[in-house]
């Protein structure tokens, strides 16, 4: 079973609370291991090889087996939900795909996420989410816009 | 600069595709795809969790736009003439604009529309938009994809 250490660090109390840029509302690193990428794969139905085999991932030029784009976004979001309290309040979740996540056939591949107030308007406050792995961030512009009251 | 756009076809952009079947969210998908993201929020597994936020039942993370988008881009991909080829397609982008989440219990169809294609050195960028509504025909998602197709010589 992957590991998943940290969770929501609520240093502002709740979504609800006041937000002030800067905040960081959740935090946690998650353990990929070759098993994730799999378990995504049948959750998901995207059944691309790059994401399982090596042979596949080395032969179009890859420098190993990658996660799926859409697991490092859906895990990274998934950071917030805690603190969010109610996913209905996610009015617009976006990424840029920027650096691959190479996944170890043993150590696997750590990926850290750290959530940021990163603007407070009428209404709306958009969260930055910085995801890394080996010490690059992996995605671009993520940024999570929720409904506070 | 020439026309030349990785190939794809600029006559994409506008065509008409028809809505995908309807696709009908399980309770167990949900808790499939949950644990998948590394989910940890009981919204996503407990009934009682979700119907405390007011939801029918449980909640489905986020990204699970996805999986019925996805349907949109197969049929994208299965245009005989777009001059895509999934080898040489990289996801560059991906955003989703929510009017509410995905709901257990939900039939949805996805209605797709390329909405750009730019050339970047040899490469398309192509954008489509996969626009999901409800059984009552009430928008609840526009998943929107950026892909970037690669020239056509690796």
């Known amino acids: 079973m992957s590991a998943s250490t940290g969770s929501a660090t609520g240093s502002t109390g709740s979504a609800t609370g006041a937000l002030a840029v800067g905040d960081v509302v959740a935090e946690r690193t998650v353990q990929l291991t070759r098993e994730s990428l799999v378990r995504y794969a049948g959750a998901s139905g995207d059944f691309n090889p790059i994401h399982y085999r090596d042979d596949v991932a080395a032969a179009v030029g890859l420098p190993g087996v990658l996660a799926h784009g859409m697991l490092t976004m859906g895990l990274s979001v998934e950071t917030l939900v805690p603190w969010l309290g109610d996913t209905g309040r996610i009015v617009e979740y976006g990424v840029r795909f920027t650096r691959p996540v190479v996944v170890d056939p043993e150590t696997g591949a750590e990926v850290t996420i750290v959530a940021k107030v990163g603007a407070v308007e009428e209404g709306v406050a958009r969260i930055d989410l910085t995801v890394s792995h080996g010490g690059t961030t992996v995605l671009g512009k993520a940024q999570v816009r929720i409904r506070v009251s | ?154």
């Open chain 2, 1 to 154: 600069m020439s026309l030349k756009s990785g190939s794809v076809n600029p006559e994409l952009v506008g065509r008409d595709f028809p809505p995908t079947p309807p696709y009908l969210v399980g309770r167990e998908k949900v808790r499939e795809f949950a644990r998948a993201v590394f989910a940890t929020d009981p919204q996503h597994t407990d009934p009682a969790a979700a119907q405390a936020l007011g939801y029918a039942d449980v909640v489905a993370p986020p990204t699970f736009a996805m999986v019925v988008q996805d349907l949109t881009l197969q049929q994208l991909l299965g245009e005989p003439d777009s001059g895509i080829e999934l080898s040489r397609v990289l996801h560059a982008e991906q955003r989703f604009r929510y009017s509410r989440p995905i709901v257990a219990g939900d039939e949805l169809i996805a209605q797709l529309s390329v909405t750009g294609i730019r050339t970047l050195g040899g490469n398309a960028m192509v954008t489509s938009d996969a626009e999901i509504t409800d059984a009552a025909g009430d928008h609840v998602v526009t998943a929107t994809s950026v892909l970037l197709v690669g020239e056509g010589d690796r």
